[in-house]
């Protein structure tokens, strides 16, 4: 029988990353230190992810007829991921990120969606074929960043699987509270938090008081990204904190995409939900060491040393 799937399905962007000595605002000009050009976007980051620590994976997004396409998918074909599921917009242009990166590592990114909202019926339809294609017991891993009807089509057919549908959300404003009942995962940060419920969540202790709501409302493994690396874990209306060991912070951008990468991983690998969400913040803190997003990701020899330092610091 074939091995369960990680299917990652959204944006696909190429980045245009900015490296700058201090944060700016305002009408200022800043001078940048660096520049480059990478594969990014959150479905495209899982799906190497998950790929780079051995887990089969499939790519289900689309970016434009233009050069752009080159940036965003080349690091694919280089690792023989499969892009069957990777379709192409006639007449748009790929999806667009630019981060700016300061020396703190606290990235901010403008995205133009391009190629990522421009879908027509037939590759909906062949997001649909390609779920029910798949082995029994993968996974769906979804973010917010596709238009609604490629997600409720995605959703659906995930659901007469019988496939765990996990989300990453980042313009979480745009889940619908009857929406979460059919999540089996989330993991947004403090402010996508905020954004889909509604509420503060400024503090552990409010995040705490998220992760439960996250329960209430039907999400069975609620995990609350804190700005420190670490999270916080709702699991049956209980909360545990996971903290994250002390690293030097690099760039943080990609960082939330490789914590739900290795949740992911985890739920395949038929891990608890307290080490599913231990390997995702092993990524997630290895990732922020290093610049870039796919450049950061470690190799599993590296991501299983970081799971130790996790489980250590959290007295396992």
Not at 7 to 15: E, F
Not at 142 to 160: G, M, N, S, Y
Not at 289 to 309: C, I, N, W
């Amino acid at each position: 029988m074939a091995q369960p799937l990680v299917l990652s399905l959204g944006s696909i962007n190429a980045d245009l990353r900015f490296e700058v000595d201090k944060p700016f605002s305002g009408d200022a000009t800043v001078r940048a230190s660096g520049f480059s050009q990478k594969s990014g976007g959150k479905a495209a980051n899982v799906a190497y992810f998950t790929h780079r620590l051995g887990f089969p994976t499939k790519l289900l997004g689309q970016v434009g007829d233009d050069d752009f396409a080159t940036v965003a998918i080349g690091p694919f074909m280089q690792e023989n991921l499969g892009l069957e599921d990777v379709f192409v917009a006639p007449n748009s242009v790929t999806g667009i990120a630019v981060v700016v990166v300061p020396a703190d590592g606290n990235k901010s990114i403008l995205s133009v969606p391009n190629a990522n909202m421009d879908w027509q019926a037939p590759a909906v339809e062949k997001v649909v074929q390609a779920i029910d294609n798949a082995p029994p017991s993968s996974v769906l891993i979804a973010d917010f960043e596709v238009p609604r009807a490629v997600l409720e089509a995605a959703f659906k057919a995930a659901e007469r699987r019988g496939f765990r549908i996990i989300v990453d959300p980042t313009f979480a404003d745009q889940i619908e509270k009857t929406d979460l009942k059919r999540f089996y995962a989330v993991s947004p940060n403090q402010k996508e938090t905020a954004d889909a419920l509604g509420i503060e969540v400024a503090d552990e202790s409010q995040a705490r008081d998220a992760a439960t709501k996250f329960n209430a409302l039907g999400v069975e493994i609620a995990c609350v990204k804190l700005s420190d690396g670490g999270c916080i874990l709702g699991e049956r209306n209980e909360t545990t904190a996971i903290r994250a060991p002390s690293v030097d912070v690099v760039d943080k951008t990609g960082a939330g995409d490789a914590f739900i990468a290795a949740f992911a991983a985890a739920t395949l690998e038929h891990k608890s939900a307290y080490e599913a969400a231990c390997w995702g913040v092993a990524a997630s803190s290895f990732s922020v060491g290093r610049k870039g997003t796919h450049a950061s990701y470690p190799t599993r020899s590296e991501f299983d040393q970081m799971l130790v330092s996790v489980l250590k610091k959290n007295g396992r």
